[in-house]
């Protein structure tokens, strides 16, 4: 079935450097790839997405890069801040053939000031 | 309502007893999904409801779980004879026209059996 490997599952970094969190799927059909934020105590929320007609996609301090041909795509952050602490999942999704949405396991960003 | 909602936010319930979770779901929106987090864990899918079509339920994991959506908006997902290893978060997402359109999230329901 469809699955999704993200890694690190633990990521810790400076307050203002860049931190990078890659996932791989296996349906080639994905063509829909979000990125979600989630805190303590609260759903997951979406900081950005990226399409399979696109291969980077950026939002101030944050960019998402894809390879459809290797399937896997890379989540960015610049000059991280500790607000940035959280666990971040990246999912695929968008296949013709199922809408689901399939989750990596996850990563725990901490940013230490 | 302005976002997806869940109810009850906290449950706790007796080994081997039936629960019900609710989510009301953005208005408008046609799709909807359950998901499960466990403690530290990644989100787990467990069904998918899209406009009229037949959900798909491939990520249920036992038949003691089932899921229902009436009229296209409120869905309810119900475990019977909870065991120990259901605990977890309960997610509800709902997105406008399912794959492709972000997917909202609720703030879930913990579901503690005890």
């Known amino acids: 079935g469809e699955n999704v490997e993200q890694h690190p599952s633990t990521l810790s970094v400076q307050e203002g450097d860049s931190a990078v969190i890659k996932c791989t799927y296996s349906?080639?059909?994905?063509?829909?790839f979000p990125w979600y934020k989630q805190e303590l105590g609260k759903g997951p929320q979406l900081i950005i997405d990226i399409r399979s007609n696109v291969g980077e996609k950026k939002d101030q301090r944050i960019a998402v890069t894809l390879n459809k041909t290797a399937k896997h795509f890379s989540l960015h952050i610049t000059e991280t801040q500790p607000e940035d602490s959280a666990v971040y999942f990246c999912a695929a999704g968008g296949s013709s053939n199922t809408g689901k949405l399939i989750f990596g396991q996850g990563t725990t960003l901490q940013v230490k000031p | 309502g302005a976002g997806v909602s869940q109810s009850p936010s906290n449950k706790v319930t007796e080994k081997g007893k039936d629960v019900e979770l609710r989510c009301d779901p953005i208005s408008g929106h046609t799709a909807l999904y359950w998901y499960r987090q466990s403690l530290g864990q990644g989100l787990e899918f467990l069904i998918y409801?899209?406009?009229?079509?037949?959900?798909?339920k491939s990520g249920l994991p036992s038949d003691r779980f089932s899921a229902e959506r009436t009229g296209g908006s409120v869905s309810t997902l119900t475990i019977q004879r909870t065991q120990q290893e259901d605990s977890a978060v309960y997610l509800c997402a709902s997105s406008l026209v399912g794959w492709n359109t972000e997917a909202f999230f609720g703030q879930g329901t913990r579901l503690t059996v005890v």
């Open positions: 349906d080639s059909a994905s063509n829909y």
């Open positions: 409801f899209q406009g009229n079509s037949a959900p798909d």
